[in-house]
């Protein structure tokens, strides 16, 4: 049986979340006078929007089921946090999520937060995400703005371990930018360098992308937020194929050649042959 979500949208999230001071307060979000801190609007929307998405996912899953979540560069994890909030106290149900970062002071904030929630179905670990090993199988990878190759991390180690979704909003995207000044189809359009920035974003989200797709994954490019809140609002939603065992890299390979790029994803696979039709060992 599945589970009927009760808050379904971004709205709904951001209400409940205004309206529910155990949450916001511990995570930092208000002044000691109630009001909620300027500079934490533009997070707690982006979170709401990217919470809307992972419900959708959630609903998709049998409600007795403890589905697991790994969050990469989770940072001071006010997603998980905020996820586990929801999950547990509106529709009954107790996930599980695994947090991962660089950042040791950041890990400890991260303990120090879930003991007051008194949450015990979290864990957090120091390191990379890349490095983490997980004790239990991981359902739904998450990273919101995880910064630069982080982002990437976060996909190969979702693809290396099977999860059925890989949810991830990317951060900047440094990568490529030096890379596209030249020897492409489109260097009339580069040559400036405020849209050789903007196309260096689409490019690098397209070679994710299709590199998600050549893994057997389903991907689908969502809005969290209005752009006018912040250009980084791009989700990069994946979803295993069930029977889907065999990586075909080719549309990923083709568009890196065609911008004549060095893209670093396919650097977490090395120990596989680049054929792009052996059987994925997820």
Same mark, same amino acid.
Not at 1 to 7: A, D, G, P
Not at 36 to 47: A, G, P, R, V
């Given at each position: &049986?599945?589970?009927? &979500? @009760?808050?379904? #949208? @971004?709205?709904?999230? /951001? #209400?409940?979340?205004?309206?529910?001071?155990?949450?916001?307060?511990?995570?930092?979000? @208000?002044?000691? #006078?109630? /009001?909620?801190? @300027?500079? &934490?609007?533009?997070?707690? #929307?982006?979170?709401?929007?990217?919470?809307?998405?992972? /419900?959708?996912?959630?609903?998709?899953?049998?409600?007795?089921?403890e589905i697991v979540f790994l969050e990469c560069s989770c940072g001071k994890s006010y997603l998980s946090f905020v996820l586990s909030y929801i999950l547990e106290r509106e529709f009954n149900t107790t996930p599980f999520f695994f947090g991962v970062d660089t950042n040791k002071e950041l890990i400890e904030r991260c303990e120090e937060i879930r003991s007051v929630l008194g949450y015990k179905n979290m864990t957090f670990k120091h390191g990379r995400t890349i490095d983490f090993t997980p004790d239990k199988k991981v359902d739904v990878v998450i990273a919101l703005h995880a910064c630069n190759t982080a982002t990437d991390e976060a996909i190969a180690k979702g693809i290396k371990i099977g999860a059925k979704y890989i949810m991830i909003v990317p951060c900047c995207h440094g990568q490529l930018r030096s890379q596209i000044k030249s020897h492409h189809p489109l260097t009339n359009v580069t040559q400036f360098g405020l849209l050789r920035y903007k196309f260096a974003d689409i490019l690098t989200d397209a070679l994710r992308s299709q590199f998600l797709l050549g893994n057997g994954y389903y991907v689908e490019l969502l809005e969290i937020v209005s752009p006018k809140l912040t250009p980084k609002n791009i989700l990069i939603s994946a979803r295993k194929i069930k029977g889907r065992n065999k990586r075909n890299l080719e549309g990923y390979y083709e568009l890196g050649s065609m911008f004549n790029t060095n893209f670093g994803l396919q650097e977490f696979f090395q120990e596989r042959s680049s054929n792009d039709t052996l059987v994925c060992t997820c």
């Open positions: &049986m599945v589970e009927v &979500m @009760k808050i379904t #949208n @971004k709205t709904e999230i /951001l #209400n409940l979340l205004e309206q529910e001071d155990d949450i916001i307060n511990p995570l930092g979000f @208000k002044h000691n #006078n109630g /009001l909620l801190k @300027k500079d &934490m609007n533009k997070k707690i #929307n982006e979170i709401a929007g990217f919470c809307e998405q992972i /419900l959708k996912v959630v609903r998709k899953f049998d409600k007795d089921k």
